[in-house]
């Protein structure tokens, strides 16, 4: 009972420091706080058109989470994936209009998820040969794909997918109709579903699976699961396909479920936005789901507060950077406290 009790507390605290020292800041700036954090509710969640939006804005970050879930489960530090998602949503931008046509529509999104995640995968091969076979950090190797990833993205909307039609570079757009379907004539696609089945197969996968035992093994202590008789290197480049993977699906899900296209420049950067939430769920999948959904709310909320409020639209990303500093404190403090107790 009382660890549970810990468990809770370590997850709350930091969320609810955040909302306060964040109200803080915007009594500060002469807003009301109340004001603020009342309306990103209603209009995030108690609003059915806010909520759809909110659902929908789930998608992609869903599909980050699951990749993040097996990179952090595994040991890795993956923070490439807002490169591998780039990519692979610009691959994807471009080949669903050329297969519009010529295969059913059911097959259209299912060879785009597959190039998504192939694309994804592949970009995260590099971080991963230079991690297994000499040992190089995989922070400094991802973040560095990510920088090209994004560059070549840019590149590649600009001159062999852009769009000679239009004014503004950007690849092909899809018809809105073409797009996955939606559910019960709401704005919500089918590529929500696809994202919280991600996220409970990766949960199940990492939890209840002997590969997930041995891929968590390699996380936990390499040198021991080399004497085991596990392959590290090959699971080493198996957990950054999957991760990677899954992040290029959900660049695969966020432009066939809502953009239809992609413009040069664009780069939502959901990936570093999700970090602390995976943490916050400890790398459990429902938990997961659940800080998601918090966290699109937000979103979806805060766009609407700070047209209605005249709050600065990146203030969310303040609350995200004040939940990132705050879990570090409460985990410090933690690993304190426990260490204290052990003694």
């Not at 999957?242 to 990936?271: C, K």
């Amino acid at each position: 009972m009382r660890e549970n009790l810990l468990s809770a507390a370590r997850i709350l605290v930091p969320i609810l420091l955040a909302l306060v020292v964040g109200g803080i800041i915007l009594m500060l700036l002469g807003k009301d706080p109340i004001a603020y954090y009342w309306y990103v509710v209603r209009r995030g969640l108690l609003s059915w058109s806010g909520f759809q939006a909110t659902l929908v804005r789930t998608a992609p970050l869903l599909f980050l989470a699951a990749g993040l879930i097996v990179a952090f489960r595994a040991g890795i530090w993956n923070l490439g994936i807002d490169g591998q998602f780039l990519l692979a949503a610009v691959i994807v931008a471009a080949l669903g209009p050329i297969l519009h046509g010529n295969i059913p529509n059911s097959a259209i999104f299912f060879s785009c998820f597959v190039v998504a995640a192939i694309v994804g995968a592949a970009w995260s091969m590099i971080p991963a040969y230079l991690k297994a076979n000499h040992g190089i950090n995989e922070i400094i190797t991802t973040l560095m794909m990510t920088f090209l990833g994004i560059s070549l993205a840019n590149v590649l909307i600009k001159i062999p997918f852009n769009d000679p039609s239009t004014t503004v570079p950007q690849t092909a757009t899809l018809a809105v109709e073409d797009r996955l379907p939606r559910l019960f004539d709401t704005i919500i696609h089918q590529g929500v579903v696809f994202a919280v089945i991600a996220v409970l197969a990766v949960h199940f996968l990492m939890t209840r699976t002997a590969f997930g035992l041995r891929l968590q093994v390699v996380g936990a202590n390499p040198k021991a699961a080399v004497h085991s008789g596990l392959n590290v290197r090959r699971l080493t480049y198996v957990a950054f396909g999957l991760s990677a993977g899954l992040a290029g699906m959900g660049g695969a899900v966020e432009i066939l479920g809502v953009w239809g296209t992609v413009r040069a420049d664009w780069n939502p950067a959901y990936g570093l936005l999700v970090f602390p939430l995976v943490f916050l769920a400890r790398f459990h999948g429902i938990g997961t789901i659940a800080f998601v959904v918090f966290f699109a709310v937000l979103m979806i909320g805060g766009e609407s507060a700070s047209r209605r409020l005249g709050v600065p639209t990146f203030f969310v990303l303040v609350l995200v950077s004040l939940l990132l500093v705050f879990l570090a404190i409460v985990e410090y403090l933690d690993h304190r406290w426990r260490q204290g107790a052990m003694k």
